[in-house]
Structures are given as C-alpha cells and as structure tokens.
C-alpha cells in the first residue's frame, strides 16, 4: 500500500491514463466514477493490474486534495491511483508532461477532467495498438478516439446555437480526417488538421522521443502543437471507433469562440516567432502578405482597422440575434473572428514589420520529365519538346530566374530569392543526356533527377505497361559523368509502382531498398524522394520519412511556402502548357485558371452553405452536368 491506502503498482502495466486538473474537483469525480466503471466492465479483458491512472492537479487545491483522499471507486477495480499535486499552476501541457514522466505504462492515454468514458474506452486504445503491432504497422502510430458531446442545454442566443452547430461539424470533420482512409493523395490539410491530446494514446516511449506536449502552450494548441510535431515526424493517427468519451461542455459558445480566436493568434505568434515553426497551422499568420490577393486586402483592414471592423461586427451579429440569417451570421464569424486573432498576435508582440519578414519568398520548384518530340496525346502530358524547352530557358533567363543547388534545400534556414527555383526530372530519360546536360552551364542549371533504380541503364517499363511507347533510361556511366559535373539524383524507388497498393514489406523495400542501393552507387547520400505517378497517403509517407529521406515530392502544383517537407509542391511544364503561360506558371506555380479559383475560392468559402448549394446546382446545370447530389 502507498500512503494513501492504494495498492502498489506493479510490473507489466500496459496503460497509464493520465487526467489532468484544475480546480473542477465537481467535474473531475464525474470523470472518475466513469473510468472506474469502464474498467471494471472491461475486468475481464483486461487483466487486473495492468491499467493505471494519474491525475495531475495543476496548482493547490483543497477540494480536489479531499477528494483524493475519499476516492475509491477506481481502487475497488483494481486500479493504481497516483495523484500528483503540482505546486502552482503550469499549464495543460506541464500538467500532463508531469504525468507522463510519472507513468509506467507501455502506453500513455490523456483524458481532460470533463470528459466521461464511455464502457469500452480503455480497452479498446489498447487493443488498438496491440493490433496494429501484429500486423507489422510499425512503431510511429497515435489512436485517436472519438469524442461526442454530452446533451446539454441549448444555447440561450441564436449566435450560439449557430456556433455549436458548426462546432459539431468540425467535430465530425476532424473524425474523418483521423479515419486513416488509405486513398491515393496526402489530404492537402493533413498537417493543419493533425492535433493530439485528449482521448488520444501513444506509446510512452514515442512520446518521450518527441519531447511531450510544449510547456510555452498553456492556454491553448498545445494539442494542435504536438500533432502537428508528431505529424511531421511521420507518425500516423488512427482513428478507433471503439473508443468514446462524452465532454461536458457547458460554455457560452459566443464567449467561448471570441477567447479562443484571440488566443489562436497569441499561440500562432508564440510558436512562429519564439520556437520558430513553419507549418501550415502558423501559416495563418502570413494571410495578409501572401495567398489570394483578396483576402490579403481584407485582412490587412482588419488589422489596421480594427475598432471599425468591430463594429461592423457587432452590427452582423444583431442582425443574426434578430433574424438568424446564415449570411450575417457568417460574415460576422469572419469579420470578428480575423480580427480577434490579429489583436491576439498583437498582444503576443508581433508588429506589421515582423509579420513581413516571416512571410518569406515561396520555394519554387519545377518538374519535368523528358525532353522529347511527344507522339500522341498522352504523351503530351509528360514531355516537352526540345523546342519549347530551350524557349522556357529562354523566358527564365531574360525574367531573371535563377536555378538554385538542391542542396539548399536541405537547409532550413535557407532564403530564398524571388526568382529562384529548384529544377526536377523524373524518372531519368537519356534524354536528358542529350538534351539538359549540354546546356547546363549556359543556362546554370544544377538539377535533381529521380531514379528507379532497378531500371537504370534499361526501359521505361511502367510507362510501357500504360501503353506508352518504349523509352531508354540513363545507364549508370551517364549517371555517374553527371554527378561529377554538379548533377544531383534522389530516389524513385526501385521499380516505379504505385505505392499506396503495396503490402508493408514491399512498400519498406521501395522505399528504403532504393535509398541505400542509389547510396551505394553514388556514393553520397540521396535526402531527397519522389513518389511515383504523384500517387501517396499517410501510410506512404511514414514509410517515407521511416527510410530517413529529409524530402518528397509530390506532383501537386503550385508553390511551397511553411510546407510539409514531405509533401512538397512542383510545378510541371509540358507540351500542354502554352508557351505564353510560361512567366504566369513561374511567378504562381499553376495555371491561369487555377490562379482564379484559389483567388475566389476565400470568397466563396465565406458563404453559408445554405447560399452555396443553390448557386452550385445553377452553375452546374448551366454547363451541361445536371444538378449534384444532395450533401
């Protein structure tokens, strides 16, 4: 027994469920009583002596010290208890780094003290990992759990059943996003909507490696902070179905949503100018420097502007409290929720000139494939003709590009230039022999060109198995007589297949196989991958970053600016791209009519979505495709 009556913890304990709190002593016995009766329900799946709980009180509190002492429902269950009276308060993140670094479970689960388990809970997160480590998933995973809310009374204003209504949506949307669905692209929002904390597990080893949550958060993102770290890192979040709490939420949505706004711009301050990250989750700190040119506009108002822009927030939300229209509604969202956030950017110490020099020069990358006459439509999409390859030289050369060394890359704290760009080849053709090495120091190009390496000095094998034409690929003395004269070459795996199709050992030998074979011919490191046909997930991209690449490419264009290292973009020049698009494809990345969509596309996403159906359907219907199915 310790001290407080509680039997020892034992060897062999597979979870530690660690519960920090701040005096919500009412709410925490809530939390209490229902994990108890989780694993008493589970007793016989899980073996006695095998769960423990911590509960971390940030800061004295005498209500929370009694209810320490006459707690024991979750002793009768067989289940170490460990309070841990933190001497004053931290902060979340202190709270439940203190009560890992106390746990001596394979697995650490964090649970907030107004959260209810649903029977099922605990046992489900374990054997979700048990699981996945059966089927040879790897060491570098998270389990999400799902978290519902608890009924409550409606929200007293028409403001704020609105916002609940959106709350429950982003609820749902961050469920599927957690689903781990094995499609055949990086979800382009994978690393902003990457978030771990409550009702989340890992192992405890793994969260010892990344550092545990960050001590500066204590107010807020601390969860969407570690996610986004964890993300980075390569590990993949798996949604478990099976694992279900209930919060209690009893907020005012209205208050509640304009404190998290403001602090959303202290925190997004705090991790880009003090711990110095660049992630899509800070970028949103750059919107009135880059992005579509609109929403620049406007939030640069916003921040000069900021008591007018109040007001007329103010004048929406009346409008919404007295009809409940959707538009107002969401206009005022916008309007005050932008505000909000400048103003707490503001308070963290961030001025206009700061927020300039962080909204750096994009990196520009471009792709290509083989410089050749195409002879059919499909080929078209690929190559480009000599022709137009020496006139793209052409424009970039009097526009003042410049091609930069690959290796720069490699360095975070690169600047990079307005003109500057990385040039790429996939796959090696040996016409790139022929028709890039020739004309390299003319133009100062020092390109980077992926190879398959089992095919080197063979056929285009998978290009012929779609029904394209036979190609010869570099032999390896071409490679080599490059490499000497400033050539650098990344990784296209062994035999070019499709990724995402491929069972775990095979995909590991593409990956990580080719890696170390291109080494081993080079005889340097190869930091950077390309995947093949652009086709990748999740699941991809851990093996990826497993392999110890710094980099991967995508096939997804436009421009890199605070992007995901391992989905980065590239912007493609082919027979299809017309001549006079060339400067307009090198200063945005895509085509002029993508360039309008992302213009309009802040726009559009400010209506409600009540307003954007019926001009969807209208649209479609103008242009020949019938009406869209209900959403």
């Given at each position: 027994?310790?001290?407080?009556?509680?039997?020892?913890?034992?060897?062999?304990?597979?979870?530690?469920?660690?519960?920090?709190?701040?005096?919500?002593?009412?709410?925490?016995?809530?939390?209490?009583?229902?994990?108890?009766?989780?694993?008493?329900?589970?007793?016989?799946?899980?073996?006695?002596?095998?769960?423990?709980?911590?509960?971390?009180?940030?800061?004295?509190?005498?209500?929370?010290?009694?209810?320490?002492?006459?707690?024991?429902?979750?002793?009768?269950?067989?289940?170490?208890?460990?309070?841990?009276?933190?001497?004053?308060?931290?902060g979340?993140?202190?709270?439940?780094?203190?009560g890992?670094?106390?746990?001596?479970?394979?697995?650490?689960?964090?649970?907030?003290?107004?959260?209810?388990?649903?029977?099922?809970?605990?046992?489900?997160?374990?054997?979700?990992?048990?699981?996945?480590?059966e089927?040879?998933?790897?060491?570098?995973?998270?389990?999400?759990?799902?978290?519902?809310?608890?009924?409550?009374?409606p929200?007293?204003?028409?403001?704020?059943?609105?916002?609940?209504e959106?709350w429950?949506?982003?609820?749902?949307?961050?469920?599927?996003?957690?689903?781990?669905?094995?499609?055949?692209?990086?979800?382009?929002?994978?690393?902003?909507?990457?978030?771990?904390?409550?009702?989340?597990?890992?192992?405890r080893?793994l969260?010892?490696?990344?550092?545990?949550?960050?001590?500066?958060?204590?107010?807020?993102?601390?969860?969407?902070?570690?996610?986004?770290?964890?993300?980075?890192?390569?590990?993949?979040?798996?949604?478990?179905?099976?694992?279900?709490?209930?919060?209690?939420?009893?907020?005012?949505?209205?208050?509640?949503?304009?404190?998290?706004?403001?602090?959303?711009?202290?925190?997004?301050?705090?991790r880009?100018?003090?711990?110095?990250?660049?992630?899509?989750?800070?970028?949103?700190?750059?919107?009135?420097?880059?992005?579509?040119?609109?929403?620049?506009?406007?939030?640069?108002m916003?921040?000069?502007?900021?008591?007018?822009?109040?007001?007329?927030?103010?004048?929406?939300?009346?409008?919404?409290?007295?009809?409940?229209?959707?538009?107002s509604?969401?206009?005022?969202?916008?309007?005050?929720?932008?505000?909000?956030?400048?103003?707490?950017?503001?308070?963290?110490?961030?001025?206009?000139?700061?927020?300039?020099?962080?909204?750096?020069?994009?990196?520009?990358?471009?792709?290509?494939?083989?410089?050749?006459?195409?002879?059919?439509?499909?080929?078209?999409?690929?190559?480009?003709?000599?022709?137009?390859?020496?006139?793209?030289?052409?424009?970039?050369?009097?526009?003042?590009?410049?091609?930069?060394?690959?290796?720069?890359?490699?360095?975070?704290?690169?600047?990079?230039?307005?003109?500057?760009?990385?040039?790429?080849?996939?796959?090696?053709?040996?016409?790139?022999?022929?028709?890039?090495?020739?004309?390299?120091?003319?133009?100062?190009?020092?390109?980077?060109?992926?190879?398959?390496v089992e095919?080197?000095?063979?056929?285009n094998?998978?290009?012929?198995?779609?029904?394209?034409?036979?190609?010869?690929?570099?032999?390896?003395?071409?490679?080599?007589?490059?490499q000497?004269?400033?050539?650098?070459?990344?990784?296209?795996?062994?035999?070019?297949?499709?990724l995402?199709?491929?069972?775990?050992?095979?995909?590991?030998?593409?990956?990580?196989?080719?890696?170390?074979?291109?080494?081993?011919?080079?005889?340097?490191?190869?930091?950077?991958?390309?995947?093949?046909f652009?086709?990748?997930?999740?699941?991809?991209?851990?093996?990826?970053?497993?392999?110890?690449?710094?980099?991967?490419?995508?096939?997804?264009?436009?421009?890199?600016?605070?992007?995901?290292?391992?989905?980065?973009?590239?912007?493609?020049?082919?027979?299809?791209?017309?001549?006079?698009?060339?400067?307009?494809?090198?200063?945005?990345?895509?085509?002029?009519?993508?360039?309008?969509?992302?213009?309009?596309?802040?726009?559009?996403?400010?209506?409600?979505?009540?307003?954007?159906?019926?001009?969807?359907?209208?649209?479609?219907?103008?242009?020949?495709?019938?009406?869209?199915?209900?959403?």
């Amino acid at each position: 027994m310790n001290g407080s009556g509680e039997p020892e913890r034992g060897n062999g304990i597979a979870i530690s469920v660690v519960i920090p709190t701040c005096r919500r002593a009412a709410s925490l016995r809530g939390t209490l009583n229902s994990l108890a009766a989780d694993l008493e329900t589970d007793a016989g799946s899980l073996e006695r002596g095998t769960a423990e709980v911590l509960v971390v009180c940030d800061g004295e509190d005498a209500a929370t010290r009694e209810l320490s002492q006459d707690h024991r429902k979750l002793v009768a269950a067989g289940v170490p208890v460990e309070w841990i009276f933190l001497d004053q308060n931290q902060g979340l993140s202190a709270a439940r780094n203190a009560g890992a670094a106390r746990a001596q479970g394979e697995l650490l689960l964090f649970l907030d003290d107004d959260m209810e388990a649903v029977p099922g809970l605990v046992r489900s997160h374990v054997e979700a990992h048990a699981h996945l480590r059966e089927a040879g998933e790897g060491f570098h995973f998270a389990v999400c759990g799902r978290i519902r809310e608890a009924a409550r009374a409606p929200q007293a204003t028409r403001t704020g059943r609105l916002l609940e209504e959106g709350w429950k949506r982003t609820l749902e949307y961050a469920e599927a996003a957690r689903s781990e669905q094995e499609i055949v692209s990086i979800p382009l929002d994978a690393v902003e909507t990457s978030c771990f904390g409550a009702n989340c597990s890992i192992r405890r080893e793994l969260f010892a490696e990344v550092g545990g949550f960050q001590p500066a958060l204590r107010e807020m993102d601390e969860e969407m902070e570690l996610g986004c770290r964890l993300y980075l890192r390569g590990v993949r979040f798996r949604l478990e179905p099976g694992a279900e709490v209930l919060h209690r939420n009893d907020k005012e949505m209205v208050a509640y949503f304009r404190r998290c706004w403001r602090l959303g711009g202290r925190c997004d301050a705090l991790r880009a100018t003090e711990l110095g990250e660049r992630s899509a989750q800070t970028r949103r700190l750059l919107r009135m420097d880059s992005g579509a040119a609109l929403a620049q506009m406007v939030n640069r108002m916003l921040w000069e502007f900021p008591e007018a822009a109040h007001r007329t927030a103010q004048l929406l939300h009346s409008w919404t409290e007295r009809t409940g229209w959707r538009l107002s509604f969401r206009l005022w969202h916008d309007i005050e929720r932008q505000t909000l956030y400048w103003e707490g950017a503001r308070e963290a110490g961030c001025d206009r000139q700061e927020l300039r020099e962080l909204a750096t020069n994009p990196v520009r990358v471009l792709m290509l494939h083989s410089i050749a006459t195409p002879t059919d439509e499909r080929e078209e999409s690929y190559y480009l003709s000599p022709g137009r390859w020496r006139a793209l030289l052409d424009s970039m050369k009097c526009e003042g590009y410049s091609c930069a060394d690959p290796c720069k890359l490699e360095d975070i704290a690169a600047v990079w230039g307005t003109r500057e760009f990385i040039l790429t080849f996939d796959d090696g053709y040996d016409d790139f022999y022929t028709q890039v090495f020739p004309l390299m120091e003319a133009y100062g190009l020092r390109p980077l060109v992926f190879l398959p390496v089992e095919w080197i000095g063979k056929e285009n094998c998978w290009d012929q198995a779609n029904g394209l034409r036979p190609r010869r690929l570099l032999t390896l003395d071409q490679i080599r007589e490059l490499q000497r004269h400033g050539v650098r070459f990344g990784s296209h795996t062994l035999s070019h297949p499709s990724l995402p199709g491929l069972a775990a050992d095979a995909l590991r030998r593409e990956v990580g196989d080719s890696k170390q074979r291109l080494e081993d011919l080079l005889g340097e490191a190869v930091p950077f991958f390309a995947y093949p046909f652009g086709e990748c997930n999740r699941r991809v991209r851990a093996a990826v970053i497993e392999a110890g690449y710094k980099m991967a490419f995508t096939t997804v264009e436009g421009l890199n600016l605070w992007q995901d290292p391992f989905a980065m973009r590239r912007t493609e020049f082919n027979d299809r791209v017309f001549m006079w698009n060339y400067n307009w494809k090198l200063r945005s990345g895509v085509e002029p009519r993508q360039q309008v969509k992302a213009e309009l596309a802040p726009l559009w996403s400010s209506l409600p979505r009540e307003l954007r159906r019926p001009i969807s359907s209208a649209w479609r219907r103008w242009r020949g495709h019938g009406a869209p199915p209900e959403s």
